[in-house]
């Protein structure tokens, strides 16, 4: 079956440092890949997507490569800031487009 | 346009009782999925309705079902709550799965 594994958290950063978020995946065909991000007490909100191998989704300053060679998507951010904190999900749609299939998901926190 | 909506945010349920959870998509928006967040874990596939009919189902016994109404509006019911159904339920919407999914905040369930 289908599956998503993202490194695990939480990940402590300063602000304006350099954030990357591994994620890769195992999937038949060619998914759609996604980065979700889930601030305290809420629901889902979709950063970013790519629906084909070497597009870059981009989004508020993140932005994520879909690298078939590698079955990655790595989620990276230039200069990160408090506002950032949150939970960071890497998530796919197969071909049958039924459901996402999500990573366990990677907690950010930004400190001044 | 308005977002996705569920309701309720918060309840509180007795072993043994039954729920329903309800979730209005995205305006536009002809398919519904549910998901399921354990407290510090991704989100788990439910099910799936599109245009009224259930169109992909996770791993989940069958007291865990669900309605699509014909305004694309749906619901939730789980019966015979256990201790382990205590989660986050989100609901999403979507006009396809590559153009990406809309959550819903969630209804916090606690089951005592």
């Known amino acids: 079956g289908n599956s998503v594994t993202q490194m695990e958290g939480p990940v402590t950063l300063s602000e304006e440092a350099f954030l990357t978020i591994n994620c890769t995946y195992t999937?038949?065909?060619?998914?759609?890949l996604f980065w979700y991000v889930q601030y305290p007490g809420e629901g889902l909100q979709l950063l970013l997507k790519?629906?084909?191998?070497?597009d870059k989704g981009s989004n508020k300053g993140f932005e994520a490569t879909y690298r078939k060679e590698t079955t990655s998507f790595h989620l990276e951010k230039g200069s990160v800031q408090v506002s950032d904190s949150a939970v960071y999900f890497c998530?796919?749609?197969?071909?049958?487009?039924?459901?996402?299939?999500f990573g366990g998901g990677t907690r950010l926190m930004v400190k001044p | 346009e308005t977002g996705v909506t569920q309701s309720p945010t918060h309840l509180i349920k007795t072993r043994g009782q039954q729920v329903t959870l309800r979730c209005s998509s995205q305006s536009g928006h002809n398919t519904v999925s549910w998901y399921q967040q354990a407290l510090g874990q991704g989100p788990q596939f439910i099910f799936q309705y599109y245009r009224e009919e259930e169109n992909g189902r996770g791993n989940f016994p069958p007291r865990f079902s669900g309605l699509q109404f014909p305004n694309y509006s749906s619901e939730l019911n789980v019966n015979a709550l256990e201790l382990d159904d205590s989660a986050l339920y989100l609901c999403?919407?979507?006009?396809?799965?590559?153009?990406?999914?809309?959550f819903g905040s969630g209804t916090r369930l606690t089951v005592v």
């Open positions: 999937a038949t065909g060619y998914p759609s």
């Open positions: 998530a796919l749609v197969d071909n049958a487009g039924n459901m996402l299939t």
């Open positions: 790519a629906t084909k191998a070497d």
């Open positions: 999403a919407s979507s006009l396809s799965s590559n153009y990406g999914y809309t």
